[in-house]
Nanobody, 124 residues
């Protein structure tokens, strides 16, 4: 099993920045492909960004490209999401996810382990 614990959510004004972190344990960190998703009530969980354990290849949703940056720290076994130029439409619960599968990692079904979520609210 993989345990994921998110931190860093909160309330920020439009145009501001937040940094989310996710601490992973239970498996060798380099074997994990990591991702961030978000969800608002009544909608499906939406892909935000992902990063592979091997090669650190990154993927982003079009809606966040150029504003969000995903990164990973092997020593700390954490994955972070730096969110800049935040917009009210970025408001959601953000979830950290992990998988050991080497397939496509841009959909919720591609991930096996999930954190509890952290709320991000962007005021206009």
């Amino acid at each position: 099993q993989v345990q994921l614990i998110e931190s860093g959510g909160g309330l920020v004004q439009a145009g501001g920045s937040l940094r989310l972190s996710c601490a992973a344990s239970g498996r060798t960190f380099s074997s994990l492909n990591m991702g961030w998703f978000r969800q608002v009530p009544g909608k499906e969980r939406e892909f935000v960004a992902a990063i592979r354990g091997i090669g650190r290849i990154t993927y982003y949703a079009d809606s966040v490209k150029g504003r969000f940056t995903i990164s990973r720290d092997s020593a700390a076994t954490t994955v972070s999401l730096q969110m800049n130029s935040l917009k009210p439409e970025d408001t959601a619960v953000y979830y950290c996810a992990a998988t050991v599968r080497a397939t496509r990692i841009q959909g919720a079904a591609d991930f096996d382990f999930w954190g509890q979520g952290t709320q991000v609210t962007v005021s206009s």
